[in-house]
């Protein structure tokens, strides 16, 4: 069983949302620790979970998550280094990312469903670096590709992004239930604006016709304590 082996069909981005958002709260869980985490889209109103405790006092962390793209050139063994990532759909998304610090590309590293259940594992938390052009592609590790962005693989994984949040290195503190409203609308405005939506007609379509974009306008929020 290997990474880059895939079972039944390639995974849908819903379905890496779905296992990744899962895999936060078992993680969690499983240390007896309860954290809130929800969607944002330019669609919904800021809506808070009953027990306000679980954000305020905590920093909130942003994931966008991506779907991989495997390149697969039937050499054996397989090549992590041919895993892509593109930034594109929906417009604006990519601009987002870059304008708030605190939200970061969740890129999965494999293909193989029966790895679901460790899908945090096996995943990227990367942000484009400042200053590099917005080329809006990545690859795992390729040295011809045409982007900046063609050697990611030493982003932080899953154990080093959560120490980073809990050294308060990562994510935004937020001290009252109204930092987190303020912060969490601005993030929505963002996505309402021109360069986020002006195409919102045409993907609005497309989305009905083609479920797989369904989700795409959402970010993940994520609230964890941080080490005072």
């Not at 942000?127 to 795992?140: F, L, S």
């Not at 930092?179 to 609308?185: E, I, M, Q, S, W």
């Amino acid at each position: 069983m290997h990474p880059l082996d895939i079972k039944y069909s390639s995974p849908l981005e819903r379905e890496y949302e779905a296992w990744i958002i899962q895999g936060i709260e078992d993680y969690f869980n499983s240390l007896g620790q309860k954290i809130a985490i929800w969607a944002v889209s330019p669609s919904d109103e800021v809506n808070w979970p009953a027990d306000e405790h679980l954000i305020v006092g905590k920093k909130l962390i942003g994931l966008q998550l991506k779907k991989v793209t495997y390149k697969d050139n039937r050499n054996k063994p397989k090549e992590f280094g041919r895993l892509n990532w593109t930034f594109h759909n929906p417009k604006g998304q990519f601009q987002l990312v870059l304008k708030f610090p605190e939200i970061f590309y969740c890129l999965p590293t494999f293909i193989n469903r029966d790895y679901r259940s460790q899908a945090i594992q096996h995943c990227l938390f990367w942000r484009p670096e400042k200053g590099v052009k917005d080329d809006m592609n990545a690859w795992y590790d390729n040295s011809i590709a045409q982007t900046p962005h063609k050697s990611i693989y030493n982003a932080d994984r899953w154990g080093l992004f959560i120490e980073k949040i809990l050294s308060c290195k990562v994510g935004k503190r937020i001290g009252s239930i109204d930092d987190a409203k303020t912060y969490v609308d601005s993030i929505r405005k963002f996505m309402l604006e021109p360069c986020f939506n002006e195409d919102s007609e045409e993907r609005s379509l497309s989305n009905t016709q083609n479920n797989e974009l369904i989700g795409q306008d959402s970010v993940y929020l994520f609230a964890l304590p941080y080490k005072s």
